[in-house]
């Protein structure tokens, strides 16, 4: 049903059900937020989004407010500013006052909401030096609850999209902060280390560790590419430094996966540098020495090379042992004793080869998947 309100002395025509803040965004009104996000259920707790309503006596939170017929609705007069720019300074007078050294500066929403409406940290307040930095154990999430300004997208990434309830709030007031489980450390409260917490935490609170002090954001050159570990086919963005992948951040457009990563995707990139990553296909000794296919184990006392050893090779001349082994086994053992397992981290068409080879190359239908994802 269509709705009629008014914003910024603009008639618009909106939906029954939506918020004022979705209302504006649809009709490309900017209102500043902090604790709302898209995928995640609005909070309203920030009230960075506060906008002024006729007849109301208070500042409405614009992602928690309904709208209704004949709504009036100012986005950015003095009052909403001034009210911004006040909770702004609440927020950082209880933040370290070290963006110069913050791993986020430059992608810091609070940092550049401060910016924006000038706001600077008053005298009052614990300046973020009430817990310690770098607090949890994890091995891939860097915790500075210092820097948290309390806006629970990280309790709500992680029950409304990993569905793994790590995160919640403790005590009230002044005292309330963030914690894991009943104050334990992430793992022991169930935590699998997605990562997703720190995708959707505006600030420094949560950080990557694997890359921590490895660039600043301006640094780094991102590049969009598909995850190689399954076949859901998630998308994210390297982050390259100098011809070198030093991270993954996970990419709002991505149409599979938004800002949603497992482990593996989020953490598992250093096998790419690996100095042990095998970069050439490899063959046993005997193959490459012509030698007969020897019975049992090498004998080390004979001072000879190992014939078991796996030495580098090329592309053509690994793929010619193979065909000819497969051509070996299927002529004298016939087709069936030649089974074919494909790979759940290969492309659809790269399978569909596969499938094509077994059947119809070498003439088997034992043909396979490691896992089915
Ligand atoms: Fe609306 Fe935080 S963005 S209250």
């Known amino acids: 049903m269509a709705i009629n ?15 004022v803040l979705q209302a504006a965004q649809q009709n490309g009104i900017e209102i500043p937020t902090l604790c709302y996000h898209k995928d995640l259920s609005p909070s309203g707790n920030c009230r960075m989004c506060v906008v002024e309503v006729k007849g109301l006596r208070f500042l409405q939170a614009a992602c928690v407010a309904p709208i209704y017929e004949g709504m009036e609705i100012q986005t950015r007069n003095d009052k909403v500013v001034a009210d911004r720019k006040m909770t702004l300074e609440m927020m950082l007078a209880n933040h370290p006052q070290d963006c110069i050294t913050c791993e986020v500066s430059g992608e810091c929403e609070l940092q550049d909401l401060a910016y924006e409406y000038k706001a600077q940290a008053p005298y009052w307040g614990s300046k973020g030096t009430r817990y310690p930095v770098n607090s949890d154990p994890n091995p891939f999430i860097r915790v500075d609850m210092n820097r948290c300004i309390l806006c629970r ?3 709500s990434a992680c029950a409304e999209i990993q569905v793994r309830n790590v995160w919640g709030v403790a005590h009230r007031g002044f005292d309330e ?6 104050g334990i450390n992430m793992l022991e409260a169930r935590c699998e280390s997605c990562g997703q917490c720190v995708a959707y935490c505006p600030t420094g609170a949560l950080s990557n560790k694997m890359n921590y002090g490895a660039a600043r954001a301006h640094q780094v ?7 190689s570990y399954c076949g859901v086919g998630c998308n994210f963005d390297l982050l390259v430094k100098k011809d070198k992948v030093i991270g993954v951040a996970s990419n709002a457009n991505a149409s599979v ?4 990563l497992c482990v593996k995707g989020r953490y598992g990139y250093d096998y790419i540098h690996h100095p042990e990553r095998l970069t050439a296909p490899k063959v046993r000794r ?7 296919k020897p019975k049992g184990h090498h004998d080390v006392t004979t001072g000879q090379p190992n014939p078991w050893d796996w030495v580098e090779s090329d592309w053509d001349t690994a793929l010619s042992f193979v065909a000819k082994k497969l051509k070996n086994t299927r002529d004298t053992f016939g087709p069936d004793t030649i089974g074919v397992l494909t790979s759940a981290k290969c492309t659809n068409e790269e399978n569909y080869v596969m499938n094509k080879l077994a059947r119809q190359v070498i003439g088997t239908n034992n043909i396979d998947h490691c896992a089915r994802l």
Not at 177 to 182: F, K, L, M, T
């Open 221 to 227: 050159k991102r590049v969009t590419t598909t995850c």
């Open 286 to 292: 005997y193959l490459v020495d012509g030698t007969v």
């Open 153 to 155: 997208r990280c309790v």
């Open 5 to 19: 309100i008014t914003i910024n002395g603009k008639q618009i025509e909106a939906q029954a059900g939506q918020t």
């Open 177 to 182: 902060q963030i914690v894991a489980g009943a």
């Open 257 to 260: 996966n938004g800002l949603a």
